[in-house]
């Protein structure tokens, strides 16, 4: 199964970039032994409308142009579900195993999703109630990802 990680905004060079490149070489090292491939980030242009509402659907429009109909589409959001890495990495699993070919990560501009992504995701997730930089999202998201590889393999890099 492809794994990708759509993402509004670009990621300038820095600590933030370095700690994320760390996470997803990662994953992808310990997904090639799981069937799992990790692709380069696709990194969307932040939409230029005037209103937060014009940007939103212009990010939709360009954020869904680049994803398979039938990926599976999880949805970064403030409005969505807290899950554990456990239940993540289950997830990911569940969604290999019925031979998906396609989980889609997707972070959204700083206005947050038009809800045309809300509608076609499969899924909403938030790292918790607080907001955090793109940045830090993007780190965490990769980390996860990696975390989750780790869990389906049985590797001891998630301790409890």
């Known amino acids: 199964m492809k794994i990708s990680l759509h993402a509004v905004g670009r990621m300038k060079k820095g600590p933030e970039r370095d700690l994320f490149d760390r996470y ?10 799981l069937n799992m491939v990790v692709l380069p980030v696709k990194e969307h242009a932040e939409g230029r409308g005037q209103r937060p509402l014009d940007r ?3 990010e939709a429009r360009d954020l869904l142009s680049h994803i398979d109909d039938k990926a599976y589409i999880l949805a970064l959001d403030e409005r969505g579900k807290s899950i554990s890495s ?5 997830l990911i699993e569940k969604e290999r195993d ?3 070919g396609h989980f889609c990560l997707m972070i959204g501009g700083a206005d947050g999703f038009d809800g045309l992504i809300r509608e076609r995701a499969d899924q909403l997730i938030s790292f918790g109630a607080m907001t955090w930089p793109h940045q830090m999202v993007r780190i965490m998201a ?6 989750s590889f780790c869990i389906v393999s049985g590797h001891p890099y998630h301790k409890i």
């Open 24 to 33: 997803f070489d990662r994953a992808r090292a310990v997904g090639k032994n």
């Open 56 to 58: 939103k659907a212009q």
């Open 86 to 90: 456990s239940d993540f990495a289950k």
């Open 98 to 100: 019925c031979g998906r």
């Open 142 to 147: 990769a980390e996860q990802i990696y975390r």
